[in-house]
């Protein structure tokens, strides 16, 4: 059986094809400039790489030129379009609707239609490429996958702000919480390696890239996590604050002379690592200058550090204790030095790791790098969500 998995953003299209007898991938690629001139296909199959510029004007004609790609006698993978069994696509946001993947039903679409005031960036593009896609691949099946349901487990006491309660009732403003398939597949992949399969189970979870999230899973259903109504809550990120005073917002929309609009793409655009540092939001070059000697670099660094402790001690509370704490995602699995700024301090929770270990490169596989006394086990777990993506899209599609 083979998946094609499609992650639609405003200008761009992700796609990757999945062999699900291996998992493996067969195909992937990106189209760029959606809607804008010049756009761009790169497609990546059997160890080359194909650049084609042809125009995109709208989703459609990305999937389209996706098709072709993969089915091209020269670069592609397929003999025809009829080989792909089925299609799985990233979708932002469930609301309330959902509480797993969905069939891309008329009425389904209908719904993340009506849920894009939610976060109307992504879900606007998310759901034209599903309907540019069913255009083109009528009779196909085709599954939504959300960032959102895997925290629909959480209890309310966990998602309601203490806000008037109408809020929550008339605005649906809540905690959502994003990251949901990574998440669900790093705490997944830590159970089956722990041999926790059916057993309670304690996990904390800290997806840390450009974008990071942490949540606490407790018996492989998420009980809390720290993004929040949008990606904006949580730890500081590469250029998205984290949480913050709400009252912020108007002081320094005043002082500042920005309006709201503006205010909320400072939020999000210029602050986390980038805004403290003056440096980047990518954590290499900011570490870069930090051990030049910038020392706005070097408290950036101890800011997010200070931050994803500071979840780390909270979801401890909120579980009871620490089974397995999971780093994932771009720095989470490749930033060794991050990582023990982390953990450093947190042997009361019997949390330690060994050095040696954590220093070693990431090889893509799951690597345990507790220390020797230990009691938290500490993994380092490569994040995978178009294998998930792909899993649910196979397991709904065709009851497998
Ligand atoms: P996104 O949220 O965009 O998916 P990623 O998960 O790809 O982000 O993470 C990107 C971040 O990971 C960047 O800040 C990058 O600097 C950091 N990163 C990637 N590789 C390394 C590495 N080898 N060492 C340190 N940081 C890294």
């Not at 998946?3 to 992937?28: C, F, H, P, R």
């Not at 960036?121 to 309907?131: D, E, M, R, T, Y």
């Not at 002379?257 to 805004?275: C, D, H, P, Q, R």
């Not at 990582?339 to 270990?357: A, Q, S």
């Amino acid at each position: 059986m083979k998946i094609l998995v499609i992650n639609a953003g405003s200008s761009s299209l992700k796609y990757q094809l999945i062999d699900m007898d291996t998992e493996g991938v067969i195909a992937k690629g990106i189209c760029e400039r959606i809607g804008i001139e010049d756009s761009l296909l790169t497609h990546k199959a059997n160890g080359k790489t194909t650049e084609i510029k042809q125009d995109m004007p709208t989703h459609q004609e990305a999937i389209e030129l996706v098709l072709q790609a993969l089915i091209n006698k020269e670069y592609g993978v397929l003999s025809s379009m009829d080989e792909i069994d089925a299609v799985g696509h990233r979708v932002l946001h469930s609301g309330e609707d959902f509480n797993g993947p969905a069939l891309a039903t008329d009425e389904n679409i209908e719904k993340c239609l009506g849920n894009a005031e939610l976060g109307p960036l992504h879900q606007i593009p998310n759901i034209a490429g599903v309907k540019a896609c069913k255009e083109v691949m009528p009779n196909t099946p085709m599954v939504l996958v959300f960032d959102t349901t895997f925290h629909s487990t959480m209890p309310e006491k966990a998602y309601i702000f203490g806000l008037p309660y109408d809020a929550y009732k008339d605005y649906r403003i809540r905690r959502y919480g994003f990251h949901g398939t990574s998440h669900r597949f790093v705490s997944g992949e830590a159970i089956k390696y722990l041999g926790l399969e059916g057993k309670p189970s304690k996990i904390i979870t800290c997806h840390l890239g450009n974008g990071s999230s942490m949540s606490a899973v407790k018996d492989g259903k998420c009980v809390d996590t720290s993004m929040s109504f949008t990606p904006l809550g949580g730890v500081p990120m590469g250029t998205r604050s984290g949480e913050l005073d709400p009252a912020i917002i108007e002081f320094l929309a005043k002082k500042s002379g920005m309006t709201l609009a503006e205010t909320i793409n400072y939020l999000n655009k210029k602050s986390g690592v980038l805004g403290v540092s003056g440096v980047s939001s990518d954590f290499r070059s900011i570490r870069n200058a930090a051990v030049e000697g910038n020392k706005r670099a070097a408290l950036a660094l101890d800011i997010f550090a200070y931050s994803v402790k500071k979840y780390i001690g909270t979801y401890a509370a909120v579980l009871g204790g620490v089974d397995c704490l999971v780093f994932t995602a771009g720095l989470g699995e490749n930033d060794g030095k991050m990582r023990k700024e982390i953990v450093d301090g947190l042997e009361f929770l019997g949390i330690e790791i060994n050095e040696e270990l954590n220093a070693m490169p990431n090889d893509g596989s799951i690597r345990d790098i507790t220390g020797a006394n230990g009691k938290v086990k500490v993994l380092v777990i490569p994040t995978n969500e178009e294998l998930v993506i792909a899993r649910d899209t196979l397991a709904l599609a065709f009851n497998k």
